[in-house]
């Protein structure tokens, strides 16, 4: 009784707040018109054959021997790039927080991270075909192989294991940080060896956690699009096969039951992930080491293991300073010297350069501040308001990051191309830019929202609850009370979201049109018509606009974002009353 | 003219396909919206993208003129009587009958010379001499270095099937192909593939169009390839342009045409590195191309009529042939679709 009086309650003072509920509307519409209804629409098209439920379509492409092939490859290349993924990710990690190293040595894991965030997606497919394809310079030019093929399989499962591991590495590095050493050293003590600590003590603590690094790279290989389209050859993943069958075939329906056939492996697995793994590996890893742990100093360990690491870092660093070099040959191929600018030219001159540039900066600067704004609303209506469809809110807006961007853009090609529901109502958004922006905020959107959720919750909810006594409306508050409050990661999500869009491409190259001009979008068609110099080109103007407006954001944070002293302490102590609660539940 | 013009103005728009070289396809859309002030966009297709996508649209065109590209695509979809026929005043410049449709469905354009491009370096490292004909490369010391197009997709491959039929008669010409499959490693989705990876030793002997090869010579830089013309003779392409039946725009189209056959489109193809020869007799004639030994009259009667009529047959003959002699037809890593 009293549950359903609070309850009634609320809702009156929500409804007695005309802003927040038309926020709550408009984020409601949003969210069903650009995730739910285009998801749904794939799942009518193919289920529905004019008359009514069929299960043709799927018949249809269930009996190509194409399709089967790519569901077997997909996840093939799947399992294994997320296990060397993990196990990479996993020596990176446990080589930063355990193992003393050389200074230098964590300046390039840096870099290495951050290297695959500000890249487009597809840089390292094309200096792997660059250095060791079939006129590499590493494998014809230097070691005189001539018939080297890296197109197919292992080509896809060494970049897309490069571009994956160090999300491993830094979801893993923040898991071993929070093992506590006393448990690790209590073994020691009882004369365990290194060895044996780290597989009975360290490895089952983890386990969780890498099975959670496992199915997020293992969903992330399967959702790639660039990297099998560049160096796939005539290995069909899933996301190509969609992407060929609507470009190559024009049959849409097949593509839309292919799609929802990739949705539901994502998804599933999605699931598994969310729900199962990080629900375990917060149960065994959260809360803070309540001290520092001596780090592994034992020459016979540390030498290999850095020198290892180090080799692989700068391997994974010279696969990257392949692009801008590689711009720089005259005649790629045949003649290496002398080093010219002429593709920087023609990239202007011939090939819409400046349009490009402008086109991707513009629309991408639109869509990172919706995006923010859109993330931290959500996630402070998930985490600060009580009402009704919080849960639809929530389970949608997380909805989008288990789809991948080829099931996207079909979708939304389905679902406009001809209006909502072949209506012809919102029929002008397919094909312009703006139908562009909206995919940047709902492909980025995830992410914002997940950061903004974790910011919120360290915030007591006492705080906004005075400002309402005094008389502020929601949005007043939301205003002048929240955001500043999370302005950090309002202006991370920022960045992430201005990055995740520049460098885009899955969705949008389904959905692009020839009066927009997109970077990622000429990379790729340069990239598969051999203009390897060209596409280079591009791909190193377009890092430098990522990194520096990455760093120009950074300088920002710095000057504009929360004061630095007050916040760690506050963390700080939140996360020990945890910890002591942990303790006391385990007592 | 000037009332086509006006009344293409006021259309105000034209959607362009092209099956050229990208960066003519582009350039010519420029000029022509500079021109005229016609806001023009375009999309890089290949013919048999291009046919498919048209044939799907039957009637609803997504796009007003068809521009470059082989004349075989454009003959069959003209015979499914999608192209809208036009009396174009510029035609009077074309300077042969076989470089226009009889019924005006499609305008000539440029015309190219087919042959042989192949990698000296690659050669001399393996000793090889380089091709001078077309039963050389049956040879066996050729096997694994020849590229072709794929007869599926492009119209480059299509003029190889109709020459070698017209050369060496029906069943010989099929059996040679047969026997040149043997040789060849890679069959590319658009024509100009070879030529392209030519210069970077991926291919060592590519099959094309020769102003392909001059390209990756001038613009690119590719000092290593050399440019064969068959010894016993060889055939040429016609490069068109079209109106598709049901175009949105047919004023600006018909004044697409008009422009497509003037010098203000056609000379600046060299510029931007396509080295055709052109068909006009008030256009400039790339000096580029005769400088590489190129002739456009030096080429064999070529019938068009039996191409236009048969090829779809014959591209089903030579498929079914490769299969039979033990040819993986389907495997998308030799014959490449993407």
Not at chain 1, 315 to 343: D, E, N, Q, S
Not at chain 1, 424 to 430: D, N
Request: aromatic share 12%.
């Amino acid at each position: 009784m009293a549950k359903s009086q609070s309850a009634a309650l609320d809702r009156k003072k929500l409804m007695a707040d005309p802003i927040m509920v038309g926020t709550i509307i408009v984020l409601i519409a949003f969210l069903t018109l650009f995730i739910l209804y285009p998801l749904a629409i794939l799942l009518v098209d193919s289920f529905y054959g004019g008359t009514g439920f069929t299960l043709d379509t799927f018949k249809r492409i269930m009996a190509m021997p194409t399709f089967i092939t790519a569901i077997g490859n997909t996840l093939k290349v799947g399992f294994l790039v997320g296990i060397l993924s993990t196990i990479v990710g996993l020596l990176f990690a446990y080589v930063e927080v355990y193992v003393k190293m050389w200074r230098f040595v964590g300046g390039l894991f840096k870099v290495v991270s951050m290297l695959p965030v500000v890249s487009p997606p597809f840089v390292l497919s094309l200096s792997m075909i660059m250095l060791f394809g079939k006129a590499g310079i590493i494998t014809r030019q230097w070691l005189k192989i001539y018939d080297n093929s890296v197109y197919g399989f292992w080509g896809i499962v060494i970049v897309q294991t490069l571009t994956f591991f160090p999300v491993c590495y830094m979801m893993l590095k923040g898991l071993l940080k929070n093992i506590d050493p006393s448990l690790e050293e209590a073994a020691r003590d009882m004369g365990a060896s290194r060895w044996k600590v780290f597989a009975t003590v360290t490895f089952p603590l983890l386990l969780p956690g890498l099975g959670n690094a496992f199915l997020v790279t293992f969903i992330e290989s399967i959702a790639d699009f660039a990297n099998p389209m560049i160096i796939g050859g005539s290995y069909d993943t899933l996301a190509t096969t969609i992407y060929l069958q609507i470009t190559g075939a024009y049959d849409k329906e097949g593509a839309a039951a292919m799609a929802v056939v990739l949705l539901c492996i994502t998804l599933g697995m999605f699931i598994v992930q969310k729900y199962y793994l990080e629900a375990k590996t917060a149960a065994t890893l959260t809360g803070k080491a309540s001290r520092g742990r001596m780090l592994i100093e034992d020459r016979s360990v540390t030498i290999p293991l850095t020198i290892l690491c180090s080799l692989a870092t700068l391997f994974v660093i010279m696969m990257y300073a392949c692009v801008p070099i590689g711009a720089l040959f005259p005649t790629w191929g045949y003649k290496f010297r002398p080093l010219t600018f002429k593709w920087f030219g023609q990239v202007f001159s011939r090939y819409h350069g400046l349009q490009a540039f402008r086109d991707s900066f513009v629309l991408s600067l639109i869509a990172a501040p919706i995006t923010a704004l859109l993330s931290m609303i959500i996630s402070y209506l998930v985490v600060k308001r009580n009402f009704r469809s919080k849960g639809f809110i929530e389970a949608v807006s997380m909805l989008a990051m288990a789809v991948p961007g080829t099931v996207l853009g079909v979708g939304y090609i389905r679902g406009f191309s001809g209006g909502v529901f072949h209506t012809g109502f919102l029929q002008s958004l397919y094909g312009s830019a703006a139908i562009l922006i909206i995919v940047f905020i709902v492909r980025s959107l995830p992410t914002g929202t997940r950061s903004g959720i974790s910011a919120l919750r360290q915030i007591d909810k006492s705080i906004e609850e005075s400002a309402y006594d005094m008389g502020a409306d929601s949005f007043k508050v939301f205003m002048t009370v929240t955001l500043p409050l999370i302005k950090d990661s309002f202006l991370s999500g920022l960045v992430t979201a201005f990055v995740r869009s520049i460098t885009a491409i899955s969705a949008i190259i389904l959905l692009v049109t020839p009066s927009v001009y997109l970077i990622t979008v000429q990379i790729n068609e340069f990239a598969e018509k051999g203009a390897y110099s060209i596409a280079c080109a591009f791909a190193t103007i377009l890092i430098l606009i990522t990194y520096g407006s990455v760093l120009l954001m950074n300088l920002f944070i710095k000057y504009f974002g929360t004061s630095r002293k007050l916040k760690p302490e506050k963390v700080k102590k939140a996360k020990i009353k945890r910890i002591d609660i942990r303790v006391v539940k385990e007592g | 003219m000037q009332e086509l013009i006006d009344a293409a103005k006021a259309e105000g728009e034209l959607v362009v396909y092209g099956s050229c070289e990208e960066d003519y396809l582009s350039a010519a859309c420029a000029k022509f919206e500079q021109l005229y002030g016609i806001k023009t966009t375009f999309q890089r297709l290949s013919t048999g993208e291009v046919q498919a996508k048209i044939e799907e649209e039957n009637g609803n065109p997504s796009a007003d003129v068809w521009f470059g590209g082989t004349t075989d695509p454009y003959n069959v979809v003209a015979a499914e009587g999608l192209l809208d026929p036009y009396e174009a005043i510029n035609a009077s410049h074309i300077t042969k009958d076989v470089y226009k449709h009889a019924d005006n469905m499609w305008h000539g354009i440029y015309t190219g010379i087919l042959g042989f491009m192949v990698n000296k370096d690659e050669l001399d490292r393996m000793g090889l001499e380089a091709p001078q004909d077309w039963p050389d490369l049956l040879k066996p010391e050729y096997k694994g270095l020849i590229w072709l197009s794929n007869y599926n997709t492009a119209g480059t491959a299509k003029l190889v099937i109709n020459t070698m039929i017209q050369k060496y008669g029906h069943d010989e010409g099929i059996q040679y192909l047969v026997d040149l499959d043997k040789n060849i490693e890679v069959y590319t989705k658009s024509g100009s593939g070879p030529s392209k990876n030519v210069g970077t030793g991926e291919c060592t002997i590519g099959i094309g169009f020769l102003h392909d090869g001059i390209t990756q010579i001038l613009d690119n830089g590719y000092g290593n390839i050399e440019l064969i013309i068959p010894s016993s003779g060889t055939s040429c392409e016609i490069g068109a342009t079209a109106i598709f039946k049901g175009a949105k725009h047919p004023n600006a189209a018909k004044l697409w045409i008009e422009y497509a056959l003037s010098p203000d489109c056609v000379n600046q193809a060299d510029e931007v590195g396509s080295y055709q020869f052109l068909v006009l007799d008030n256009a400039e004639q790339p000096q580029a191309a005769y400088d590489f030994g190129l002739d456009p009259n030096n080429v064999m009667d070529y019938d068009f009529e039996d191409a236009t009529k048969n090829i779809g047959t014959y591209v089903e003959e030579v498929m079914t042939a490769l299969a039979n002699a033990g040819a993986n037809t389907g495997d998308t890593g030799r014959f490449q679709t993407e």
